[in-house]
């Protein structure tokens, strides 16, 4: 049957294609890029080409690729058209396949752009040079001969941006005043251009004009000054004049580009070029298509002469469409003819398939039933778990908040006593520490627990505004005051500015919720600004609507946030990763309390580039003043949990530690001041303790110090304790130092993983502190075990375990010592300086591992080394001492006696009587 089918409409087709004219023409057309004004050249080409009924036009874009166009001119090759249009897109890369085509015999039409050869028939396109030259005087014009311009550049391969820039500099080397102080490479993309403005605007304060050398990237450019507020003062100038929504007529006469400069497309121009070459009429090898200034005086002239081409071309169309109708009428009346000789042949077949088309059908109507049945059944099911899934979250939103409610009852109780207790007289100086702990770790837990029950009270719609009148200007200097003795601990430049306006600050809102605003901004600043930072608090009032507004800008040079980060910190429980410390609430709770006093609240920050918070809300609340509103104990903890919580977590560095030489060092690495200062209390009587903030800060204090173990936090800024342990344990100075993490996570999968990275054990956070002193002095003891190592080789203690490191560093030092054994002048300076460590560094690990310094080693291995010459040669004392490094006989006998119990004559007496 299939068969049957090709048979007739091959008998059609022969039939409908006998009458077409045997002359024909295929023009491929390659074009580098598909922006709008290669598709308005494209429609033009189009266009022309329906005056050519033989010619068929095949259009291809490379997307600015040059391998891509490369691939289509070969393909165009391989198909044999027999005229090729190509718009290049680098020169230096598409010229040797245009000049393989025109060696093949196809004729080559250049449009737009041109390559480095001669090997082409035509070139149609305006001249790049001459409306650089124009761009130049009109920019000279426009500035008056002085002022500084930045120009953003096309392709860097392309000749167009080659020649535009070559004609504008030549034209402006006449206005010597005029310096271009920034230029970029957009590629004559739109977002290109942004991005490169974005970085030249701050860097230059005093731009007077940007040129681009086309409209897509001065748009791009006027956008990118528009977000920095700076084209009042920037006269942007584009190159193209595209008319359509949007584009560069359009953007001219909406007063967003100061100027453009029409560059014809030219397709009518290409089509007819190509078509005189093909049927062998003259034709100009080099065709230059004029251009014109167009600026706000002829822009509107200009959207309005486009306008009606564009109709006419649009009746074009419709004339065209109803003539390929009336072509269409009269095949489709031909074909009738030959199509009724089969008709009745076709009617039977017809009838066959539509019988088994019915049946199938059918068929699928009852799979697709089925189906349906199933889609609804699982959209049920969906609907079901969502009421469910919803009902359980308000549940756990209702647990939480009610276990939030006990937390505050035994939270009272403890943080009373421990007030009670500080007051004693009988304490000492530990007690007191650990009851300060205690105190100021209550404080920062119930100021969270209020903060959360806030929020919940805002999201159920229960929380309202108790409005007062007072001056806030007054008020502001009084609650940042809480702030000023951190300032000065920290030495951290704090100030708080009100500008000099005469207005009045007197202002109706609620005072608590915000001074909970400004506790909650500052306790952000502090905590993450390092020392020697600033901060600010600045208040203004500005007109908004005819009402007075007050702006509140907090402003810091912390450490700062990514802009990805930026557009998240107002939701709630939002953490920029686990490594950053704090609940996640605080900026959610400031954003409530703005939007309830119906204003809005917006950030700016950048990575180690500080934050700004910027509150703007009406001076005058709507609303009956309550009375008789007094400060609480809830906002007394809300001022003092902020403050310490911005003290225990603000980034420091550590002091330089004092060394001593009768205690062994610990090394604790925690981002928590207050679990330092904890930890270190619990140590700080057996051993000398040492600190770090980070990771990063850590494996400096590891390397400087070589301590005998190190207690790692696992959750840090800057580096985690992970890679902290794993970089550790792969240097040679660090490698062989016990590590014990400290977490507050106990996922066996967190334990694991630690493993993997080296720790030698975990202790989960909270811990007791008689296990973490055993655990640790385990640790150091199973060290000390193997201080046996460079004694006898078949001594059972060398079979306790040694990382790769280790065993590399012991084999390597085992082998310097015997190889310089015999230099009685060698060093512990020249053992490092060898094995690439310092002296410090050398002895404390060399001592970890062995128990032994390496002086101590090497006279151990001298010492053996003569026990062993003694016993199987018969060279005399003196000579076995200057063979094995000792200077002196006496020296060495001293050192045989002190080691071996007797001396080297006792011993060889002994050796004769036997």
């Known amino acids: ?30 074009q580098c890029s598909e922006d709008e004004w290669r598709t308005q050249m494209n429609k033009e080409i189009t266009r022309e080409a329906l005056f050519y009924p033989q010619a068929e036009v095949k259009i291809k874009t490379a997307k600015d690729d040059n391998r891509k166009q490369i691939e289509d001119i070969k393909e165009f090759i391989r198909e044999g058209v027999d005229l090729l249009v190509v718009a290049p897109n680098e020169a230096n890369a598409i010229t040797p396949v245009i000049e393989e085509a025109f060696d093949a015999g196809i004729p080559v039409v250049l449009v737009d752009r041109k390559i480095h050869s001669s090997k082409y028939t035509a070139y149609v396109g305006a001249d790049n040079y001459e409306i650089g030259r124009q761009a130049g005087m009109y920019i000279a014009n426009r500035l008056h001969g002085k002022g500084q311009i930045v120009e953003i550049t096309g392709l860097k391969g392309s ?62 450019a006027y956008r990118s000054a528009a977000r920095q507020g700076r084209t009042k003062d920037i006269a942007f100038v584009g190159i193209d004049a595209v008319w359509s929504e949007g584009y560069g007529v359009d953007r001219v006469a909406a007063g967003e580009l100061d100027a453009t400069f029409i560059y014809p497309t030219g397709g009518d121009r290409v089509m007819q070029v190509a078509m005189a070459i093909l049927q062998g009429k003259p034709y100009a090898r080099d065709t230059n298509l004029s251009t014109a200034l167009v600026n706000r005086s002829n822009a509107r002239i200009m959207q309005m002469q486009t306008e009606h081409i564009l109709r006419l071309d649009q009746k074009i169309e419709i004339l065209d469409n109803q003539l390929d109708a009336y072509f269409l009428r009269y095949s489709a009346q031909r074909m009738f003819l030959y199509a009724c000789i089969i008709i009745l042949v076709l009617v039977g077949a017809l009838l066959v398939l539509m019988t088994k088309a019915f049946w199938t059908k059918n068929r699928m109507n009852a799979e697709l039933s089925k189906q349906k049945s199933q889609l609804e059944e699982q959209r049920d099911q969906l609907i079901s778990l969502s009421h469910q899934l919803e009902e359980a979250t308000h549940a756990k939103l209702a647990f939480f908040t009610n276990v939030s409610h006990d937390f505050r009852t035994p939270l009272t109780l403890i943080a009373d006593p421990v007030s009670q207790l500080e007051s004693s007289t009988n304490l000492n100086e530990h007690e007191r520490a650990l009851l300060n702990i205690v105190r100021k770790n209550v404080t920062v837990l119930l100021r969270l627990i209020n903060q959360i029950l806030d929020f919940r009270k805002f999201e159920n719609g229960k929380l309202s505004l108790h409005l007062s009148e007072f001056n806030i200007d007054k008020e502001m200097k009084e609650w940042t005051e809480a702030f000023r003795t951190l300032s000065y601990r920290k030495h951290i430049h704090f100030e708080v500015t009100t500008d000099n306006s005469p207005k009045d600050y007197q202002m109706i809102a609620d005072a608590e919720k915000l001074e909970r605003i400004t506790y909650n901004l500052l306790s952000n600043a502090f905590k993450f600004t390092p020392e020697n930072g600033h901060i600010s608090v600045a208040l203004s009032q500005f007109s908004h609507e005819g009402n007075d507004w007050l702006r509140l800008q907090v402003t810091d040079s912390g450490i700062g ?5 930026v557009q998240h910190i107002f939701e709630r429980f939002y953490q920029i990763d686990v490594h950053h410390a704090g609940s996640g609430i605080g900026l959610a709770l400031v954003k409530a309390f703005v939007e309830m006093h119906h204003g809005h609240i917006q950030v700016e920050s950048g990575e180690k580039k500080g934050t700004a918070f910027t509150i703007e809300i009406p001076m005058k609340q709507a609303g009956t003043l309550a009375e008789g509103l007094e400060r609480n104990a809830v906002l007394t903890n809300l001022k003092e949990g902020a403050v310490l919580d911005a003290d225990l977590e603000t980034i420091r560095r550590n002091t330089e530690t004092v060394m001593s030489g009768n205690k062994e060092t610990i090394l604790v690495i925690d981002d928590n001041q207050d679990v330092r200062n904890y930890v270190k209390l619990l140590l700080q009587t057996q051993y000398t303790v040492i600190e770090a903030a980070d990771g990063q800060e850590g494996i400096k204090q590891a390397m400087k110090y070589v301590p005998d173990a190190i207690i790692c936090d ?25 590590i014990m993490m400290l977490t507050a996570y106990a996922m066996d999968e967190q334990k694991i993983q630690g493993y993997e990275c080296g720790a030698d054990s975990y202790i989960t956070k909270p811990f007791s502190a008689q296990m973490l002193k055993v655990r640790l002095r385990n640790l150091i003891e199973n060290r000390h075990r193997l201080q046996t190592f460079f004694g006898d080789q078949t001594s059972p203690t060398q079979k306790t375990p040694l990382n790769e490191t280790d065993k590399g560093f012991v084999e390597k030092l085992r082998r310097l010592i015997e190889t310089n054994m015999a230099n009685a002048s060698v060093s512990v300076e020249d053992l490092g300086e060898q094995i690439g460590l310092s002296r410090t560094q050398l002895y404390r690990k060399t001592k970890v591992l062995t128990g032994y310094s390496p002086n101590e080693l090497l006279r151990i291995a001298r010492l053996k080394k003569a026990a062993a010459l003694l016993t199987s040669t018969e060279k005399t004392i003196s000579e076995i001492t200057y063979e094995v490094g000792f200077t002196s006989p006496s020296y060495f006998t001293r050192c045989y006696k002190d080691y071996f119990g007797e001396s080297p004559t006792d011993f060889l007496r002994r050796k004769k009587g036997e």
């Open 561 to 565: 946030m990514s802009a990805e980060h």
């Open 714 to 738: 696992v959750m840090m800024p800057i580096m985690d304790g992970m890679e902290c342990c794993r970089r550790l344990k792969s240097e040679i100075q660090t490698s062989h130092i016990p």
């Open 159 to 220: 000749t167009p941006a080659v020649e535009r820039h070559r004609g504008m500099m030549e034209s402006l080397a006449e206005t010597p005043d005029i310096k271009i102080i920034a230029k970029a490479d957009a590629k004559w993309f739109q977002q290109d251009a942004e991005k490169a403005v974005d970085s030249i605007l701050p860097q230059h304060k005093q731009i007077d004009l940007i040129f681009a050398q086309n409209d897509r990237m001065a748009i791009g």
């Open 1 to 30: 049957m299939k068969q049957f089918f090709a048979l007739c409409f091959t008998f059609l087709f022969l039939c409908s294609s006998c009458s077409q004219k045997d002359e024909h023409y295929l023009i491929g057309v390659s």
